[in-house]
Structure formats: C-alpha cells, structure tokens
C-alpha cells in the first residue's frame, strides 16, 4: 500500500469502530478501534489489555492506515517496540516494522460463513 492522502491532527479519519482479531505466531489477539478516539487503538492480547499510540493516519482509495508504536512491553511478538501499520481494508492487516524492515505480518481472521 503506498501513501495515500494523510489524515491530519485536526481531521477526523471516519474508519468506524471495529474489533479485529488477528492471528500471531504465539496465537490470537484483538484490535479495536473507534474512530471517536483517533489517538490509540487497544490491543488485547494474553489477558492484557495494551494501548498503542497512533501518530499517521492516511487513506488511499477508502482504505485507512493507522501508524504509531506499539507498546514495547506484552504485543504479541514481545520483541521490542515496533512501528506498526494498521490497513483496514476488509480483511484487515497488521504489519510491523523494525529499522525499517518488515518484521511481522499478521492478517484478520474471518468469521466462517
């Protein structure tokens, strides 16, 4: 996904409320996310609520990205804090970065029909 349009401070990215849950390698953890509060997202994992700060945001073509740092400390890898990139297209993905590389890449899991 390439940049986008960013969504500034002062605007409002309508993405809706949503709860995601993803697969990891260490198993499934959720994402929720509200666009009245356009600052954090939750993430809940192994019975630990996690607050990550989102500093982008952008939209391309009517998706929206959300980008910050996830809180170092219980994410799902516990390597370290990594940039992350939130996509929410209808399948949502969550991929992180380190140094500017590509670490994780995790993908929304969909309820069976």
């Known amino acids: 996904m390439g940049e986008g349009t960013t969504i500034w401070d002062h605007e409002t990215a309508n993405f809706g409320r949503r709860s995601i849950v993803f697969q990891s390698s260490n198993g499934l953890y959720s994402v929720e996310i509200d666009e009245s509060n356009q600052d954090e997202i939750f993430v809940l994992f192994d019975g630990q609520q996690l607050k990550w700060h989102v500093f982008v945001k952008s939209v391309q073509d009517g998706v929206f990205s959300l980008q910050g740092m996830t809180g170092g400390i219980g994410d799902p890898y516990q390597d370290g804090g990594d940039w992350f990139e939130l996509i ?25 029909a």
């Open 88 to 112: 929410l297209s209808p399948a949502a993905v969550l991929r992180y970065w380190g140094n500017q590389v590509l670490v994780h890449e995790d993908h929304e899991v969909m309820p069976e």
